[in-house]
């Protein structure tokens, strides 16, 4: 630890902590005094020697409100990752009280039949574990694992997350390769001779998701790689439950789904895959980590292991590069 983290691990408070992030987010005196159950003057000598312990202005003061300028907002994002941190122990501490081996914080797509899978997984090979499973949006998660709220964050590796800021600050694995799958609940189309194509489809009464979905982007890409335009769906619904239910509902529709989500409805039986040709590829899933752990929880490790087991090819590799990853240890 050097002098000047020295000075600050003395000097600053939890206290402080907390008024960084009240402040970012709330952008008042008053509105942080409302969280914090504390009076503006006390608020005000307490950025005060935040600032002082800095060494630098945090935030800007204006008729608006305090914005953070630069130095603030990175100073209030540690903050609120120490704070992340500290609320972590304080659950790992209550679960290996509470009897528990090891604790585990995952995020993850509302439908995935890998995660569940490994979870199965690592509870036998490391019994006594808990796993608290978050469930949203891969950028949502990434955020939440970057705030330190998550372990890791199993999820689509999009193009546009390889092309964001945050990437050099992700470890991700790949864990498992994605394609649409066509399921229904009746009898399978048959091509007037050879293989079933997308354009054999084009007049069927469609399930997809929504336009901003790289399912549905997929499978308008399915259709036009084959010079047709793509079908209208008679239904757009993005959420996995009510595909399900609708699926068994009515055997006359067919549904367009990432491999994961797939795997998940023939697990639950009542529908069947649909072969289509040419195979359509989704982006990779993968296991995300953050970079700056140096030293992982051994059960994160062990959850990755159990992803592998599980997981189809191809085994798991650095993004970006020919050789296959074999995940730290610490």
């Given at each position: 630890m050097d002098s000047r983290t020295d000075h600050l691990v003395r000097k600053l408070r939890l206290r402080h902590l907390e008024l960084?992030?009240?402040?970012s987010e709330t952008a008042t005196m008053r509105g942080a005094a409302?969280?914090?159950?504390?009076?503006q003057p006390a608020l005000s000598k307490m950025l005060g020697e935040i600032e002082a312990c800095f060494d630098a202005r945090l935030f800007e003061r204006s008729h608006q409100g305090m914005q953070p300028n630069a130095l603030g907002a990175s100073a209030a994002y540690r903050a609120r990752a120490v704070l992340h941190e500290l609320?972590?122990?304080?659950?790992?501490?209550?679960?290996?009280?509470s009897g528990a081996v090891a604790l585990l914080r995952v995020g993850a797509p509302s439908v995935t039949a890998a995660v569940p899978a490994a979870v199965a997984e690592l509870r036998r090979q490391v019994p006594g574990t808990v796993v608290q499973i978050r469930e949203g949006r891969v950028?949502?998660?990434?955020?939440?694992?970057l705030a330190g709220e998550l372990d890791c964050?199993?999820?689509?590796?999009?193009?546009?997350l390889l092309a964001a800021d945050i990437m050099p600050r992700l470890e991700p694995v790949l864990m498992l390769e994605d394609e649409l799958h066509v399921l229904t609940a009746g009898a399978p189309p048959r091509p007037d001779k050879g293989r079933l194509h997308w354009t054999d489809l084009r007049d069927a009464p469609w399930m997809v998701p929504p336009r901003d979905t790289l399912v549905r982007q997929a499978f308008m890409t399915a259709f036009l790689n084959e010079a047709a335009a793509p079908p209208t769906p008679v239904i757009e619904v993005m959420s996995s439950v009510t595909i399900g239910a609708l699926l068994r509902a009515d055997p006359t529709l067919l549904c367009a789904v990432r491999r994961e989500h797939a795997t998940d409805e023939l697990a639950r039986g009542g529908v069947h895959r649909v072969e289509v040709t040419p195979r359509v590829p989704l982006p990779s899933f993968g296991l995300f980590m953050r970079q700056e752990d140096l030293q992982r929880p051994p059960v994160v490790l062990a959850f990755a292991e159990a992803l592998r087991r599980v997981a189809r090819p191809p085994r798991p590799q650095r993004l970006g590069a020919r050789k296959t990853l074999e995940v730290r240890r610490t």
């Open positions: 960084l992030v009240a402040l409302a969280r914090l159950h504390l009076s609320e972590r122990a304080t659950e790992e501490v209550a679960a290996l009280k950028h949502e998660l990434i955020q939440r694992l964050v199993f999820g689509a590796v999009t193009p546009e």
